[in-house]
């Protein structure tokens, strides 16, 4: 294949390409990258499929798309089965009016899933992401599951979800991250669709949770333990402590006084680090670097987020790091 479309939908050519940019193939929209050789003229190729997909997956998704159509019909609305945009040349799982429904069950990568929100915002179609069993909630968020996340006041960061073998809809709502600890979360099922939307669409007040000493403590050990361990990230993050002059094991009782959003990497725990030394006035770590790629958040959830922390880093104030500090100011 000698052209492909690039981000502004302009087709070009493989002799032309770039090759740190990604391009889509124009029959099936998939990512497709250049090659060149030193014989052979520039083409492009598809992504590789080294990962396989599981045949029961392929048929679970096959199976949710005939039932999630059926519910949405049931509940008064007009929907069909694979019907094509034509100003994206998109064909989502299942369209309905001005919505697109999407049932995923295998693995998406950041790039695919950028382009086919590209094309939806193009054809002014929104988008819902039912997700299937490959990406159900375990301790901590995934880097493919992040991407999939939403934020809406009446349910904050949430994740939506449809279940084959009960044939029911879910939604992970309320969802709360910190250090060392298991995904906050709450849950709604139902095996109605206009229960679903209801549910999506009713205001409701989600007070921000709590941590007690006794869960402090017990991340304060966990972080001990894990700066013994040999991770990468851990490591350069204790490196980055080292050289603002505070050792990582002095800031466990700090990090994980809030529950914060569920947008950042490792946990969030590079993210409050960051937000720890710049308080202490120890270095200027990047914040936003924190967050999971992919994942768009609002300055006011992301500023929510630091002011809990910091208000409850100013209550510390016989903390022996803080009160060290001050000494030597």
Same mark, same amino acid.
């Given at each position: 294949?000698?052209?492909?479309?690039?981000?502004?939908?302009?087709?070009?050519?493989? @002799?032309?390409? &770039?090759?740190?940019?990604?391009?889509?193939?124009?029959?099936?929209?998939?990512?497709?990258?250049? #090659?060149?050789?030193?014989?052979?003229?520039?083409? /492009?190729?598809?992504?590789?499929? $080294?990962?396989?997909?599981?045949?029961?997956?392929?048929?679970?998704?096959? *199976?949710?798309?005939?039932q999630l159509v059926t519910l949405v019909r049931q509940a008064g609305y007009s929907a069909g089965l694979e019907r094509s945009l034509p100003t994206s040349r998109q064909r989502p799982d299942i369209l309905a009016g001005r919505w697109a429904l999407e049932?995923?069950?295998?693995?998406?990568?950041?790039?695919?899933?950028?382009?086919?929100?590209?094309?939806?915002?193009?054809?002014?179609?929104?988008?819902?992401?039912?997700?299937?069993?490959?990406?159900?909630?375990?301790?901590?968020?995934?880097?493919?599951?992040?991407? /999939?996340?939403r934020w809406r006041p009446q349910l904050g960061w949430h994740l939506t979800y449809y279940d084959v073998s009960q044939q029911r809809l879910g939604v992970a709502y309320d969802l709360w991250q910190a250090p060392f600890l298991p995904l906050r979360v709450?849950?709604?099922?139902? *095996? #109605?669709?206009?229960?679903? @939307? $209801? /549910?999506?669409?009713? !205001?409701?007040?989600?007070?921000?949770?709590?941590?007690?000493?006794?869960?402090?403590?017990?991340?304060?050990?966990?972080?001990?333990?894990?700066?013994?361990?040999?991770? =990468?990230?851990?490591? &350069?993050?204790?490196?980055?402590?080292?050289?603002?002059?505070? !050792?990582?094991?002095?800031?466990?009782?700090?990090?994980?006084?809030?529950?914060?959003? !569920? @947008?950042?990497?490792?946990?969030?725990?590079?993210?409050?680090?960051?937000?720890?030394?710049? =308080?202490?006035?120890?270095?200027?770590? !990047?914040?936003?670097?924190?967050? =999971?790629?992919?994942?768009?958040?609002?300055?006011?959830?992301?500023?929510?987020?630091?002011?809990?922390?910091?208000?409850?880093?100013?209550?510390?104030?016989? &903390?022996?790091?803080?009160?060290?500090?001050?000494?030597?100011?």
């Amino acid at each position: 294949m000698y052209w492909a479309y690039n981000d502004h939908r302009q087709l070009v050519a493989a @002799v032309q390409a &770039h090759p740190d940019q990604t391009y889509w193939c124009p029959q099936c929209g998939a990512v497709v990258h250049v #090659r060149r050789g030193r014989v052979n003229r520039a083409y /492009f190729a598809h992504e590789s499929t $080294a990962i396989n997909v599981d045949p029961k997956e392929t048929a679970q998704h096959a *199976t949710g798309k005939r039932q999630l159509v059926t519910l949405v019909r049931q509940a008064g609305y007009s929907a069909g089965l694979e019907r094509s945009l034509p100003t994206s040349r998109q064909r989502p799982d299942i369209l309905a009016g001005r919505w697109a429904l999407e049932y995923q069950c295998a693995p998406l990568s950041a790039a695919t899933y950028r382009h086919r929100m590209h094309g939806y915002r193009r054809a002014g179609v929104a988008v819902l992401w039912l997700l299937g069993s490959r990406y159900a909630l375990k301790r901590t968020l995934s880097r493919q599951t992040a991407q /999939f996340l939403r934020w809406r006041p009446q349910l904050g960061w949430h994740l939506t979800y449809y279940d084959v073998s009960q044939q029911r809809l879910g939604v992970a709502y309320d969802l709360w991250q910190a250090p060392f600890l298991p995904l906050r979360v709450r849950w709604f099922w139902t *095996t #109605r669709w206009e229960e679903f @939307v $209801a /549910f999506l669409r009713t !205001p409701r007040t989600l007070p921000v949770p709590t941590i007690s000493a006794a869960v402090i403590s017990h991340q304060q050990r966990q972080l001990n333990w894990r700066c013994q361990q040999p991770v =990468w990230w851990l490591r &350069h993050l204790q490196e980055q402590c080292y050289r603002a002059g505070v !050792p990582l094991t002095m800031l466990g009782d700090l990090v994980g006084r809030t529950y914060a959003a !569920p @947008v950042y990497q490792h946990g969030g725990l590079e993210w409050r680090v960051a937000v720890v030394l710049r =308080w202490l006035g120890r270095a200027r770590l !990047p914040v936003q670097s924190r967050i =999971w790629p992919g994942i768009v958040v609002d300055q006011r959830v992301s500023s929510a987020d630091y002011q809990r922390l910091v208000l409850a880093l100013s209550r510390c104030t016989n &903390h022996p790091l803080i009160s060290r500090i001050k000494t030597k100011k």
